[in-house]
Nanobody, 115 residues
């Protein structure tokens, strides 16, 4: 079955960096676009970044120039490098893929940006 497992969240000071990882199983990873979303309490999940199987990338306006999405197909892993973090980046971060016309989500990892 399809499984996505995120890791790498934590507490960081404003201006700091974190790298999130999402390991996928049960899919042909190299063919699959991967997405990162984030969600704060009471709000919908917002798209953070997308990476296609061909390496195409797209970012949400709030993170352009600060976050970088990448993938390692040999490890079936997608990464989100987050730099110059701001308190407003505080959220639960989720990875998502679509396989067989079904959306799959990870369990999420908490990122807190605070001094």
């Amino acid at each position: 079955h399809v499984q996505l497992v995120e890791s790498g969240g934590g507490l960081v000071q404003p201006g700091g960096s974190l790298r999130l990882s999402c390991v996928a199983s049960g899919i042909v990873f190299s063919d699959s676009p991967m997405r990162w979303y984030r969600q704060t309490p009471g709000k919908e999940r917002d798209l953070v970044a997308i990476i296609g199987g061909d390496g195409y990338t797209h970012y949400g306006d709030a993170v352009k120039g600060r976050f970088t999405i990448s993938r390692d197909n040999a490890k079936s892993t997608v990464y989100l490098q987050m730099n110059s973090l701001k308190p407003e980046d505080t959220a639960v971060y989720f990875c998502k893929t679509n396989w067989g016309a079904v959306d799959y989500w990870g369990q999420g990892t908490q990122v807190t940006v605070s001094s």
